[in-house]
């Protein structure tokens, strides 16, 4: 016992020197509005009731001197979810092939993983979005800096996100950021969640708006491409997986900190819209969510297992398990991450066109080099890989793409948006 709080108080010592230095991206003054959890007025549809709502309705409404169309206005909404947002793109490309081409949605916001699809999806480039997710090593995406928690907490993450900033610098072309300040100049809107750790309040940034900046001054596009690269960057930034990202004064995090999926206060503006246009020969917007996940959380087997085998199947009984405060503490962020997450979705749920990852994906058949294995067995090959990978699953991801184009072809919302 002596030696374990020896010990204990030495790595307490160790990891309380462990602080770093912010590296701030300067100059950027994000066009940000709070994300608000404002209570909707009593009765019916009431009036707006937060700086955002009033945002998203304006992008849903034609702009003065639109082009009239008889098709609805559109709305996607994209969770987080890391990897499983290989399940979102797939199936936006899938809708894309269907339906000949995406629809030039009025509103796009995404969190973390679906801000990384949305940036592309926004302008109809779904095939870039598949790029994101079809690799052909974790390298692609992030470098791992250490697989111990310790080491993880003396690095101040477990990986950066360095190769994910270089990937989205060449997606990001000077023909997708025009592609995206043209749709600000239609009125159409952009915009991703991100969490600042010091305020503990979230945001969206409206990228359309950022840019149209970039297009506006061409002086100054590789400055503003970078703070474009790094709200991106910032609204998948995982505490501990990845580090924050600093823009001027703000410490960004995670948008799914506070928002697994921008929804409460769109289902007000779609209530508000289809109430003003009942009885009119304008068609009621319609909204579309992708929940990048379950929405579930994975059961942990309380018995020691085989650690050198991640796929170690549970014993019925054991040794219980050691815990230490750093995986305990990872663990309760993942319970209350899917908790928020199950908060934020549940409005969307009802609206009849919403997505997520089934239980059936763990039973996907995917063929790869002549081998067809369901997404389950590709996930375990991956972890098997040595080193396995930390967050992202080569084979898996490309199971989930193919999940994805199958969920959308059961679904055929293509057929809803002409």
């Known amino acids: ?178 592609a995206i300040a043209d749709a600000d100049a239609q009125g159409r809107k952009f915009l991703v969640g991100v969490t600042d750790v010091r305020s503990g309040e979230a945001s969206a940034v409206d990228m359309t708006a950022l840019a149209s900046r970039w297009k506006g001054a061409p002086r100054d596009r590789e400055q503003i491409k970078t703070c474009y690269i790094e709200t991106l960057v910032a609204s998948s930034s995982v505490p501990l997986a990845a580090p924050p990202v600093y823009i001027d004064t703000l410490m960004l995090i995670d948008g799914g900190a506070r928002f697994g999926v921008f929804r409460a206060a769109e289902a007000r503006v779609m209530a508000r819209l289809a109430n003003r246009m009942a009885g009119s020969t304008g068609a009621a917007p319609l909204a579309f969510t992708i929940i990048n996940g379950s929405l579930g959380i994975a059961g942990q087997c309380p018995f020691e297992t085989d650690g050198a085998k991640p796929d170690a199947p549970c014993p019925a009984s054991g040794t219980l398990r050691k815990w230490d405060v750093l995986s305990l503490g990872l663990r309760s962020v993942d319970i209350l991450t899917n908790e928020v997450y199950r908060f934020s979705a549940k409005s969307a749920a009802g609206d009849g066109h919403f997505a997520q990852i089934e239980p059936d994906a763990a039973l996907h058949p995917w063929t790869e080099a002549g081998a067809t294995r369901t997404c389950t067995e590709w996930l375990a090959i991956d972890n098997a890989d040595k080193p396995p990978p930390v967050q992202f699953h080569k084979r898996y991801m490309r199971c989930l793409i193919s999940y994805g184009r199958t969920r959308m072809d059961g679904l055929e919302w293509w057929k809803l948006v002409r």
């Open 1 to 178: 016992m002596r030696a374990c709080a020896v010990a204990a108080t030495s790595v307490v010592l160790a990891l309380a020197g462990c602080a770093h230095k912010p590296l701030a991206v300067a100059g950027c003054n994000l066009p940000m509005t709070p994300l608000e959890v404002a209570v909707p007025a009593t009765g019916a549809v009431g009036g707006l009731t937060s700086p955002y709502e009033s945002l998203i309705e304006g992008a849903l409404q034609p702009p003065p001197g639109a082009i009239a169309t008889t098709g609805p206005a559109v709305a996607l909404f994209l969770s987080g979810g890391s990897q499983n947002g290989a399940f979102g793109a797939g199936m936006l490309d899938e809708w894309r092939s269907k339906g000949n081409a995406l629809p030039p949605f009025r509103v796009v916001t995404g969190i973390s993983t679906g801000a990384l699809i949305g940036t592309m999806v926004f302008t109809g480039a779904s095939l870039k979005a598949i790029d994101g997710y079809d690799i052909g090593s974790e390298d692609e995406l992030l470098k791992v800096k250490s697989r111990n928690l310790v080491g993880q907490v003396i690095s101040g993450a477990a990986a950066d996100l360095t190769p994910l900033r270089k990937k989205l610098s060449m997606l990001l072309d000077d023909g997708m950021m025009t």
